[in-house]
């Protein structure tokens, strides 16, 4: 399946973010300024809605299980990196186009300190099918939470539908993935309910931005589902 960043151009490594030479910030904005990206439009055109962060849309509980996972103890800083506005409009683009199945998009990456990779990814698609559950390893275990739910203790997936105005009223299949962890220092117990706590965070954040109607399966406030 092919990933793509949370734009229209592959994202700049955070080395990069935090440069200071001049010269090279003038030459990146003009690449950037030629190919569309620092307006954030798709390649359609289409203008991305405003600009938003994940530390803006993902709740408390949502952040501590990330926290959590990526064992960040609590005086040091975590980063976020992402724009989840960005990531509805690519999937209504993606319905639009009708190209399920073929692009995952950069939804959240979170950051302990300056590390130069996410300690923790979680990336959205569109698509068709639901996985067979006997697809994924065996350390990974089934809730009832959205259509399906699997994690593992390092990583997990979750379906769920999602009935919208941006998708003309039709009832499209939403995949959020947790892609896997390094390293996770918790209990497998603890790890696979702050893994589920973080897919259904973001879950029901994306589904705040797509406006999807009742009948997502995701509850209001998270509860350890009963597995399958």
């Not at 973010?17 to 307006?39: D, F």
């Given at each position: 399946m092919e990933?793509?960043?949370?734009?229209?151009?592959?994202?700049?490594?955070?080395?990069?973010?935090?440069?200071?030479?001049?010269?090279?910030?003038?030459?990146?904005?003009?690449?950037?300024?030629?190919?569309?990206?620092?307006?954030?439009?798709?390649?359609?055109?289409?203008?991305?809605?405003?600009?938003?962060?994940?530390?803006?849309v993902l709740d408390a509980q949502t952040k501590s299980a990330i926290r959590r996972l990526a064992d960040i103890p609590a005086p040091a800083k975590v980063e976020y990196e992402g724009d989840p506005a960005l990531t509805a409009n690519q999937l209504v683009t993606q319905y639009l186009t009708g190209k399920p199945d073929q692009r995952e998009y950069f939804f959240c990456g979170a950051y302990k300190d300056s590390s130069e990779h996410e300690s923790v990814r979680i990336d959205f698609s569109l698509t068709h099918v639901l996985p067979r559950a006997d697809t994924t390893g065996s350390e990974f275990q089934g809730y009832r939470m959205g259509k399906a739910a699997r994690v593992s203790s390092r990583a997990g997936y979750l379906y769920f539908d999602c009935s919208s105005a941006k998708f003309d009223r039709t009832t499209q299949l939403v995949h959020a993935e947790l892609e896997p962890i390094f390293r996770v220092t918790e209990t497998a117990a603890a790890a696979r309910e702050d893994n589920l706590r973080v897919l259904h965070g973001s879950s029901r954040a994306l589904s705040r931005l797509l406006g999807c109607e009742k009948g997502t399966g995701i509850t209001g406030a998270f509860t350890m589902p009963p597995t399958v």
């Open positions: 990933r793509v960043s949370a734009a229209c151009c592959p994202m700049p490594s955070r080395t990069a973010h935090r440069g200071k030479n001049p010269l090279i910030t003038a030459l990146v904005t003009l690449v950037l300024a030629a190919t569309g990206c620092q307006s954030g439009e798709a390649k359609d055109e289409r203008p991305s809605a405003a600009r938003t962060s994940c530390a803006e």
